[in-house]
């Protein structure tokens, strides 16, 4: 069946003078290339833009292991993960790249106090000043 219709379509193309063969456009990119990488999902405000964001769990892995602990109120904001953890210097409100997961902003919410160590002058222990012989020498 396609046969018949692809020699009538040749026959009627040669009868209208169309001798020269058609040039095609050479394709420099296909058309998925063309389009930005960075298209963000549109619909609810709450999860806009985190189409291309990392995951939560990886955000609070990530976390951890820059040492930062107790990581909480892990949170998507207009591209951003933000988060709460106690770092060295005390409770920190972080702000996260959501795509590669680098640090963006430190703030120190809660400073925590650290004594001063001085060095504590050597005491002998004593205990009681009692001995025990057993009658060896």
């Known amino acids: 069946m396609k046969a018949p219709l692809l020699a009538a379509g040749i026959i009627a193309a040669t009868a209208l003078g169309a001798t020269a063969p058609v040039q095609a456009m050479p394709i420099t990119a296909p058309l998925a290339a063309t389009v930005h990488s960075d298209v963000q999902t549109v619909g ?21 292991r820059r040492g930062y ?7 998507f904001r207009n591209g951003y993960w933000r988060a709460r953890a106690l770092g060295r210097r ?27 160590r001085h060095r504590q002058p050597f005491h002998h222990q004593r205990r009681g000043g009692v001995t025990f012989s057993f009658g060896f020498n």
Not at 69 to 75: G, L, N, P, T, Y
Not at 90 to 116: E, F, M, S, T, W
């Open 69 to 75: 602990r107790d990581v909480h109120r892990v949170h």
């Open 44 to 64: 609810h405000r709450r999860h806009y833009g985190q189409r291309h964001a990392m995951p939560r769990r990886a955000v609070v892995r990530s976390l951890y």
């Open 90 to 116: 005390g409770v920190v409100a972080l702000k996260i790249d959501a795509r590669n997961g680098h640090i963006v902003r430190r703030r120190l919410l809660q400073p925590v106090y650290h004594a001063p």
